[in-house]
């Protein structure tokens, strides 16, 4: 089902306007209560592009179901409320394989909606975390083909234990790292695979993998 962002902007009005006595409620009232500027604002109705982190915050703040915001679901048939599920990035149409290959990096993203509590699990911070599908059985048994991945991009300092998603000149790869002086050395966990040496400049890290889901079928 698409989320129209016409649609969630007139149930952001009556939201704000219940709370304001009533009152009518403007685009910029809505844009200036998500904490967005107006022009991105406008931007976002235009191109149907919702902002779902801050529509989260506004309903946390108010403990508002989401599945009734989004999905109008009646929220008196829900145990959990708004406060126990988050929204991330979910990059589908990323091909990041363990070979590289993956291009167009933040294009179109998608959102997922999860319980908090995995991420607590896995220590990766809502706010810098985005989720990637693994294609290629290099990273296996660590990372299965189709699994998802957490990545947390505010983790970035390199030890030869972790594994990371980095992009480099031939796309994006998941594989561990290792220095050795001004060369990076991408290795797989599938030993079948040869690691393949880089030079440090000709890297970019984009973060590290927290966790991973697997598709048991």
Not at 29 to 41: H, P, S, V
Not at 124 to 140: I, N, Q, R, W
Not at 154 to 171: A, F, H, P, Q, R
């Amino acid at each position: 089902m698409e989320i129209k962002i016409d649609k969630i902007i007139e149930k952001l009005k009556d939201v704000l306007s219940n709370e304001l006595g009533n009152k009518k409620v403007f685009d910029k009232d809505i844009a200036k209560t998500l904490g967005i500027k107006y022009d991105n604002f406008r931007k976002h109705k235009q191109y149907n592009k919702v902002p779902y982190y801050e529509i989260m915050s506004f309903l946390a703040k108010r403990n508002i179901s989401i599945n009734w915001f989004f999905f109008n679901q009646l929220p008196e048939s829900l145990v959990d409320s708004t406060s126990n599920y988050i929204i991330l990035k979910y990059q589908k149409n990323i091909n990041i394989t363990a070979g590289g290959g993956g291009i167009n990096y933040e294009l179109n993203p998608e959102p997922l909606i999860i319980d908090k509590q995995l991420l607590d699990y896995i220590n990766s911070s809502y706010k810098y975390t985005e989720v990637l599908k693994v294609f290629g059985d290099s990273m296996e048994p660590d990372i299965k083909e189709n699994s998802l991945i957490f990545v947390d991009k505010s983790k970035k300092e390199i030890d030869n234990k972790s594994i990371y998603v980095i992009n480099t000149l031939d796309g994006l790869f998941i594989k561990k790292l290792n220095i050795d002086n001004d060369k990076v050395i991408l290795k797989s966990t599938n030993h079948f695979f040869s690691d393949i040496k880089l030079n440090i400049n000709d890297i970019n890290i984009i973060g590290k993998v927290c966790g991973v889901l697997v598709k048991l079928i």
